[in-house]
């Protein structure tokens, strides 16, 4: 990308432009060989070692593809039994014990994604979801950005989006953070122009319904009814498929599930706490009462809402919108993990561009960096125990965003003279 090009006058525009391809590419091709060489490590100790406590790559794909095996061969309900779900998981992995303690946390909807995955061997669908996953989220993050549009983009960007962190991480647990990554993207991409569509990837998102949460309040701002109605009936029927498929005591499970989930992890799970770039984490984290945790949560939720209504209101630029609602998404949802950040390419994308293309502002390309970065800092902080930094992060880049928005109303020139 030729991101040192502006539409900016040098003489105007004294930000230093520092995020060039050439360094993107530099930096891609370090963690792009980092990450070969630390995957090539865990596969083979995973392979050479019977040891049910070493962390092996894929178990999130793992547990997918035991959902797979079971609704194949037993009933879709017993997925969300613990116990059976944990004794096929376990039959089925002998060295994956490590991993069986954890209910089924998914809707009955996410029972119609992983139904076809255990017609593959688990060793061929693991590396195909995760480049599906890879391939779906460059389309949808080349799409919202626009980056198409950037000179010299082609060449370097794929690169930089297969090396980003989010990715490497996404891809040691086999989740499924990317699909629900371009799900997002591809829905900011389409709203105004073909709203059906729009609405079909909204309701697609019924697999993680805490990652759709925004899309209702900044349809409603935008004022993208015809979205919204779409939205609402393809998250209907999907929901009404999966409890259909899974049976009607799939749902009472699930609901039983997720309060064991609420009360095990996300209110008392120390160690999970570390990885999850959340604002409720790191009010646990620092030593806060439940009940204080909550209210600072739903405080900076109810700020990161207000923002990204104001942003889609104003502003008709999927660029801005798409960085806007991953942010304000994962600053909303008490309950993200370092694999879901891959989330965080699609504000990376739509940042360069609109750096590259209107002029860069004080202050973005580090912020680029730093969500570039945040994933890497999160996957590591279980073992280096440092200060949950997440909702900072996200804080700022609401902060940074709103600048963006406000200042470009007068047009690009004026947005980047001004912020000087």
């Known amino acids: ?4 090009s502006s539409s900016i006058p040098a003489d105007e525009c004294p930000v230093r432009v520092w ?8 930096y891609s091709t370090v963690m792009l060989t980092v990450g070969v060489l630390f995957m090539t490590v865990l596969v083979r100790i995973g392979f050479l ?3 049910p406590g070493v962390f092996r790559p894929g178990s999130g794909f793992m547990v997918f593809w035991s959902a797979s095996h079971l609704m194949r061969h037993g009933s879709p309900w017993q997925i969300y039994d613990v116990p059976a779900f944990s004794r096929v998981l376990v039959d089925l992995f002998p060295t994956a014990a490590h991993y069986a303690f954890l209910p089924w946390l998914y809707p009955p909807t996410y029972l119609l994604v992983v139904a076809p995955f255990a017609l593959l061997p688990h060793a061929i669908g693991y590396p195909l979801f995760v480049a599906l996953g890879i391939v779906l989220l460059g389309v949808a993050a080349w799409r919202v950005s626009g980056l198409a549009a950037t000179p010299g983009a082609k060449r370097v960007g794929w690169l930089a989006l297969v090396a980003c962190p989010g990715v490497l991480v996404t891809a040691t647990y086999g989740q499924n953070a990317m699909l629900t990554a371009a799900c997002a993207a591809l829905a900011v991409h389409f709203v105004d122009r073909r709203p059906m569509l729009a ?8 697999v993680k319904p805490q990652l759709a949460l925004l899309f209702p309040f900044v349809l409603i701002a935008a004022r993208a009814w015809r979205a919204f109605a779409w939205a609402a009936a393809f998250a209907t029927a ?3 498929l999966g409890i259909a498929t899974g049976g009607i005591e799939s749902l009472h499970l699930f609901t039983q599930n997720t309060g064991a989930l609420r009360s095990l992890i996300i209110e008392h799970g120390v160690p999970f706490w570390f990885a999850s770039p959340t604002p409720f984490a790191a009010f646990r984290l620092a030593g806060l009462p439940l009940t204080l945790a909550y209210a600072g949560q739903a405080a900076i939720a109810a700020i990161a809402i207000a923002a990204a209504c104001v942003v889609w209101r104003r502003h008709r630029d999927a660029r801005l919108r798409g960085a806007m609602l991953v942010i304000a998404t994962l600053a909303v949802n008490p309950y993200i993990w370092h694999y879901e950040l891959s989330w ?3 504000p990376i994308a739509c940042m360069i561009a609109l750096g590259s293309q209107d002029g860069w502002l004080r202050g973005e390309q580090s912020l680029v960096a730093v969500l ?3 994933p890497l800092y999160e996957f590591l902080n279980p073992w280096l125990h440092l200060p949950q930094i997440g909702p900072l992060v996200t804080t700022i880049a609401l902060l940074v965003l709103l600048r963006r928005a406000r200042l470009a109303r007068r047009g690009p020139r004026a947005a980047v003279v001004r912020a000087l």
Do not use: E, N, Q, V
Not at 1 to 4: E, F, L, P, Q, R
């Open 344 to 346: 965080l390419c699609i």
């Open 238 to 240: 999907f929901t009404a």
């Open 49 to 51: 070692s019977t040891d």
């Open 19 to 26: 995020l060039t391809s050439g360094r993107i590419a530099l």
């Open 1 to 4: 990308m030729d991101i040192s």
């Open 199 to 206: 609405g079909f990837f909204i309701g697609l998102l019924s």
């Open 372 to 374: 570039w970065a945040l």
